[in-house]
């Protein structure tokens, strides 16, 4: 089977089988076994929500921490835009990137800029009429990942082109190849990152064998020190080379503002993306160009490694727009082919599919509706699973029995019970 | 067993529930690891149909059998029936109220549409009675 890598873990020490991530998981990937919640790692997309909701912060995101750019000659820093909404009275970005040189970096390239050259190709490509419509965006991993587990018909309309982190960090590489003469392997690329699924993306592209990116920081670990160093800056160095259009990626809509067009949609939240990606599935979204689907509350900025409530945030990134030009980064035509998907986007049916043959899937599933239908039908998760369809579907697979219901036990031991005051 | 039997109420109360039946049959087809396809269609179809019987019809009820190469769907209503079937199958056609309209349905695509997306389709209706819509989708190979 294939090996998935994952970049939520769980802390099994501090989870105590509580039934809250199990209770938000968008893809039903987790079960408390033995008391320790588990992820089903066919099924994780990497969303975050269990971090989010885990009142004992048990989920953690897999990141690298600051140390980890000494390993390379050159350092650069691939700050995400929603970085630029996390301080409080900031006017000004270069402050943020000043900061990010202080802490250690040598080479700062705005992931807004890659976001101006992806918008730029986008607008080409949908002016061109070369994709399937609607287009989908490819920006968030979470949603391109949860589309190849359960949108098969769907996969085809998302957009082929790397996100803006991929793009950035192949741009950022060539500049500093071009100005140190050096290999790739000494120059480390680090993505300041707002989500654990960009971590993901990372280490097990979608899009590609391998990502120009060689780790991604935590906006939330890296908070202490940089807020430190661009309270201690002496100077302020001109590095930003971003617009409006860039920036504007921070935030839910901004990517679809950028196509310029009328004919877009902007979905945020993963239950909301759910929702469009269903009525998608059925023809009854019609007449829309670019659809941009973020899993997180207001886009990227409310990602779960990122310090600062999502809405302030959104108004700060605002503020900071206002004042820019709409857009610094032109696309190069001869880029565009290194720009592209390198394989394309295939639907894997192994995570919900009972069985790869049918006719055993079809066993297992009338199995499964009878288990179902003596259930309780509570959905109360303490079984392990999160509804009782959920745990109909572990019994026919073999992983779970009947009596771990906590309402089947009581009543089996409730008639033990009466069997045996009748007999004394 | 040749085939998983499912039967759902389709409520003709309110618009946002219309959807759940084909809903309900899309994750099930998944689970099957069904032709993704043939899933499709039968999801299009089936949610126009149940647009229909909200719209028109104020409910009914859905059976569906689902067989290794082929998904069989009825979906029956008590409603007015329908007067013209020849002309309730063009593009464009529509009875649908207005504000039905302007919640984006009611384009006159309905039974076009299903048509369009299923391998085979009857429909039986009786002025006054109901309408029971046959429909059949075939995995393509």
């Known amino acids: ?424 | 067993m040749s085939s998983i039997h499912l039967h759902y109420d389709v409520s003709g109360e309110d618009f946002t529930r219309a959807g759940e039946a084909s809903g309900s049959v899309k994750k099930r087809l998944k689970a099957l690891g069904y032709n993704t396809d043939a899933i499709r269609r039968v999801a299009i179809a089936m949610y126009e149909a149940e647009i229909n019987m909200v719209i028109h019809a104020e409910g009914g009820f859905v059976d569906v059998d689902i067989y290794p190469d082929h998904v069989d769907i009825l979906m029956s209503d008590k409603g007015p029936g329908i007067p013209d079937v020849e002309k309730a199958m063009q593009e464009g056609f529509s009875t649908a109220p207005d504000n039905v309209r302007n919640l984006g349905f009611g384009a006159g695509m309905g039974l076009p549409n299903i048509k369009k997306y299923t391998d085979d389709m009857r429909i039986e209706t009786k002025i006054g009675v109901g309408t029971d819509l046959y429909l059949t989708v075939k995995v393509n190979q």
């Open chain 1, 1 to 424: 089977m294939k090996q998935y890598f994952h970049s939520v873990e769980l802390d099994a020490d501090k989870c105590c089988g509580c039934t809250n991530c199990l209770k938000r998981c968008p893809t039903e990937a987790i079960r408390i076994h033995k008391g320790k919640a588990h992820i089903l790692s066919e099924r994780c997309i990497d969303c975050g929500e269990c971090i989010r909701i885990c009142p004992h912060h048990a989920k953690r995101a897999h990141s690298n921490p600051l140390e980890d750019i000494e390993q390379y000659k050159i350092k650069i820093a691939l700050p995400a835009p929603a970085l630029f909404g996390q301080f409080n009275n900031l006017d000004d970005i270069d402050i943020v990137l000043t900061g990010l040189r202080a802490v250690g970096f040598d080479f700062i390239y705005e992931v807004s800029r890659g976001a101006e050259i992806v918008s730029e190709l986008t607008r080409n490509m949908i002016r061109d009429n070369k994709l399937r419509k609607p287009i989908i965006s490819s920006a968030c991993p979470a949603v391109v990942r949860l589309i190849k587990i359960r949108f098969p018909e769907l996969c085809g309309n998302v957009m082929p082109l790397l996100a803006p982190m991929e793009v950035a960090a192949k741009l950022a590489r060539r500049e500093v190849r071009g100005m140190t003469g050096l290999d790739d392997k000494d120059i480390g690329v680090f993505f300041i990152t707002p989500c654990p699924a960009k971590v993901t993306e990372i280490n097990s592209p979608n899009h590609a064998e391998k990502s120009a990116v060689s780790g991604a920081i935590a906006i939330s670990q890296l908070y202490p020190a940089l807020t430190h160093a661009m309270d201690h800056l002496t100077t302020v160095e001109s590095i930003a080379k971003s617009g409006l259009i860039g920036v504007g990626w921070a935030t839910s809509g901004g990517e679809a503002a950028a196509m310029l067009g009328e004919k877009y949609l902007a979905a945020d939240g993963i239950e909301n993306v759910i929702r469009v990606l269903e009525e998608l599935e059925d023809d009854h979204i019609r007449d829309v160009d670019f659809i941009e689907l973020n899993a997180c509350s207001g886009g990227c900025v409310g990602g779960v490694l990122t310090v600062e409530n999502p809405y302030v945030a959104q108004a700060r990134i605002h503020n900071l727009r206002k004042y820019l030009p709409v857009s610094l980064n032109h696309l190069d035509e001869k880029d565009v082919d290194a720009m592209l998907w390198e394989k394309e986007l295939t639907y894997n049916a192994e995570s919900f599919a009972l069985s790869d043959d049918i006719m055993e899937a079809m066993e297992m599933m009338d199995k499964m509706e009878k288990i179902c239908a003596d259930l309780p039908g509570l959905d109360c998760g303490s079984c392990g699973a999160p509804t009782c369809r959920a745990m109909a579907e572990d019994i026919v697979k073999g992983v779970a029995k009947e009596t771990d219901c906590i309402h089947k036990l009581k009543a089996k031991i409730q008639s033990v019970y009466d069997q045996l005051s009748s007999t004394l």
